[in-house]
């Protein structure tokens, strides 16, 4: 059996067979991880200093040569890299005395902070499978995002106390600003204006505490406020569109699960994206006392000046392990970190390794590569390399730039 890497789900169970250049078979396999697999076999990277194709250990010196150097170094991306790899991203750091960050500072930091600070109830999901009668999923689209999430833990699987699943069993409730793939599957849906998350919100505990909600379809309210009395086990998945909406208003999401524990029984678990995100958001917690936006120069300092979207415009040059920030980045940022001297660890190619000054090609985790990670409900996954590869981990490549400095 192999492990899907495609998303923080972490599916365990996918049996896969190869023929040259494509996947033969596959079981238990989403579309989205057919993708993942697939991406073996196209754009990949090669070794590279300033454009020019170049032997696998000039790149590495020349990548330690630039961080050595670097008056302001950042370290980012690691939330596609394994437990392992991330620990040695974080040691590097400290050496470097240089600023680290990840994904989870723009999207879900937020949340899964509240969460492995304990400030914010959660649960594994085998407990949602196990155990619960309501789900909700606010702002995610969890069919494209984790095609999986439904039939494996949230909607369709029997569960220890759920044996008679979706048909009977389980809500399923989508808030939205529209009507997403997984609203179309689910009992229950809810449309939001964007921007509209905090008074959903408010107009919940409103019912909750006996007064009449002053948005939305009153009567609908209502009959969903009574849905959520009546579970069980209730299980909130927030997605990004829940984040963003509430940014500075986050205590609003807590008041209202606060509300609803104290007449019936939730859990939140933030519908994380990258497979590892939650690995290193823990790494650094353990290190550090947060979860991302750090700097090391001269201790420990956290704060929204370290976060990429602020340390890309001082810095003077970048190590972007396992992600695409010119690609997923508002322009004038992207356009800093262009400006610096990227260094890029990546399996595959993209905007940022065609900007980037140095390119280390590395083995995709899971599939190349072995190692252990964070599913987004806590759950730590070994994995084991399903195909052979001359390529290094990134562990091994962090390792040996560790090494040249
Ligand atoms: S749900 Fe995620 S981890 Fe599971 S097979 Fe699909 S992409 Fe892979």
């Not at 208003?249 to 939730?266: G, T, W």
């Not at 322009?331 to 595959?348: G, H, N, W, Y």
């Not at 090609?361 to 070994?382: C, F, N, Q, T, Y």
Request: glycine residues 8%; aromatic residues 8%.
């Amino acid at each position: 059996m192999a492990v899907c890497t495609g998303c923080s789900l972490l599916c365990e169970d996918i049996e896969v067979a190869l023929k040259t250049g494509a996947i033969e078979k596959a079981k238990n396999l989403c579309r989205k991880g057919q993708g993942h697999f697939q991406a073996l076999f196209s754009d990949r990277t090669v070794p590279s200093v300033e454009g020019g194709e170049t032997s696998l250990d000039q790149a590495i010196e020349k990548a330690a040569n630039i961080l050595m150097n670097a008056k302001d170094p950042l370290l980012y991306g690691w939330s596609n890299s394994s437990l392992e790899a991330q620990k040695v991203g974080i040691e590097l750091a400290k050496k470097l005395e240089a600023k680290i960050d990840d994904t989870s500072s723009f999207c879900q930091g937020q949340l899964l902070e509240r969460v492995l600070k304990g400030e914010l109830p959660s649960c594994t999901l085998d407990d949602v499978r196990n155990f619960a009668d309501v789900s909700v999923f606010w702002g995610a689209d969890p069919s494209n995002s984790h095609p999986r999430h439904l039939s494996r833990f949230s909607y369709y699987p029997r569960g220890s106390k759920r044996q008679k699943g979706y048909e009977e069993e389980r809500n399923c409730v989508v808030i939205d600003v529209r009507k997403s793939s997984t609203a179309k599957l689910c009992s229950d849906y809810f449309r939001i204006p964007p921007g509209g998350d905090a008074e959903f919100a408010e107009a919940i505990i409103a019912i909750l505490d006996g007064k009449m909600p002053r948005f939305g379809d009153k009567k609908r309210m209502i009959g969903l406020a009574s849905i959520f009395k009546k579970a069980d086990f209730g299980a909130i998945f927030p997605g990004l569109g829940l984040v963003y909406s509430l940014v500075q208003k986050m205590e609003i999401f807590e008041n209202l699960v606060a509300r609803l524990n104290d007449v019936s029984n939730y859990k939140v678990v933030p519908m994380v994206g990258h497979y590892n995100m939650r690995g290193f958001n823990e790494l650094m917690l353990d290190e550090t006392g947060y979860i991302n936006q750090i700097s090391f120069k001269n201790g420990v300092h956290h704060g929204s000046e370290n976060s990429v979207t602020m340390a890309a415009k001082s810095s003077d040059a970048c190590l972007v392990v396992g992600s695409d920030p010119l690609s997923a980045l508002p322009f004038v940022i992207a356009r800093s970190l262009a400006k610096s001297q990227l260094v890029v660890i990546d399996p595959r190619r993209s905007l940022t390794t065609d900007a980037a000054k140095v390119v280390i090609p590395s083995a995709m985790s899971g599939l190349e590569s072995g190692g252990k990670a964070v599913r987004m409900d806590g759950v730590r996954i070994s994995f084991e390399p399903i195909f052979e590869s001359n390529l290094l981990s990134d562990e091994e490549i962090l390792t040996r730039i560790m090494e040249a400095i």
